[in-house]
T-cell receptor, first 111, second 116 residues
Framework: RKEVEQDPGPFNVPEGATVAFNCTYS??????FFWYRQDCRKEPKLLMS???SGNEDGRFTAQLNRASQYISLLIRDSKLSDSATYLC????????????FGAGTTVTVRA | NAGVTQTPKFRILKIGQSMTLQCTQD?????MYWYRQDPGMGLKLIYY???????DKGEVPNGYNVSRSTTEDFPLRLELAAPSQTSVYFC???????????????FGPGTRLTVL
């Protein structure tokens, strides 16, 4: 079983729509959770960390469900510029220098 | 700050050739990493370093070597290139201090390598 699994998508949504997707992780002892964004042929960049209580950053909301071992990302009022691949990233062992990356969920926002 | 820089951006190698991928960071980060990204797959950790003079293997180290003689530089060496090493290679760095509860990794722009 992969450490981090994501629905690859693509999620094709119109501008202004809300889109949400999850990722699951296998190690219940995982400590830290992140969403990274990767534009086509570019490097990953941190979008947001995911905290136990859930957190919001503008139009983006991240949730963590430890009981079911998944994290989610919701994007409200989608913009064309939100088109990207979103990588779910987990620190599986509590060692902060090693991260496990999901393969990514592709979101395409259309005009 | 330039952040994390990588050279070259693109390279085509013949089977059996060797090359070094360069990585430099100017953020005084202590941790540095090399990943490879294959289509449809998550990033896989090749090697990492927790400081100058200290390196360790990641998930997929075979066919690669690294060194860390300075805080800034973390080159990745490919010996005897094979088609299976065709991939996009990303270097990353992060700072981990006394409170190790947070680890944002900053990535370089990547090197696209093709082995024919």
């Amino acid at each position: 079983r992969k450490e981090v699994e994501q629905d690859p998508g693509p999620f094709n949504v119109p501008e202004g729509a809300t889109v949400a997707f999850n990722c699951t992780y296998s190690n219940s002892a995982s400590q830290s959770f992140f969403w990274y964004r990767q534009d086509c042929r570019k490097e990953p960049k941190l979008l947001m960390s995911v905290y136990s209580s859930g957190n919001e950053d503008g139009r983006f909301t991240a949730q963590l469900n430890r009981a079911s071992q998944y994290i989610s990302l919701l994007i409200r009022d989608s913009k064309l510029s939100d088109s990207a691949t979103y990588l779910c990233v987990v620190n599986p062992l509590g060692n902060d220098y090693k991260l496990s990356f999901g393969a990514g969920t592709t979101v395409t926002v259309r005009a | 700050n330039a952040g994390v820089t990588q050279t070259p951006k693109f390279r085509i190698l013949k089977i059996g050739q060797s090359m070094t991928l360069q990585c430099t960071q100017d953020m005084n980060h202590n941790y540095m990493y090399w990943y490879r990204q294959d289509p449809g797959m998550g990033l896989k950790l090749i090697y990492y370093s927790v400081g100058a003079g200290i390196t360790d293997k990641g998930e997929v180290p075979n066919g690669y070597n690294v060194s860390r003689s300075t805080t800034e530089d973390f080159p990745l060496r490919l010996e005897l290139a094979a088609p299976s090493q065709t991939s996009v290679y990303f270097c990353a760095s992060s700072y981990l201090g006394g409170d190790q509860s947070y680890n944002e990794q900053f990535f370089g722009p990547g090197t696209r390598l093709t082995v024919l």
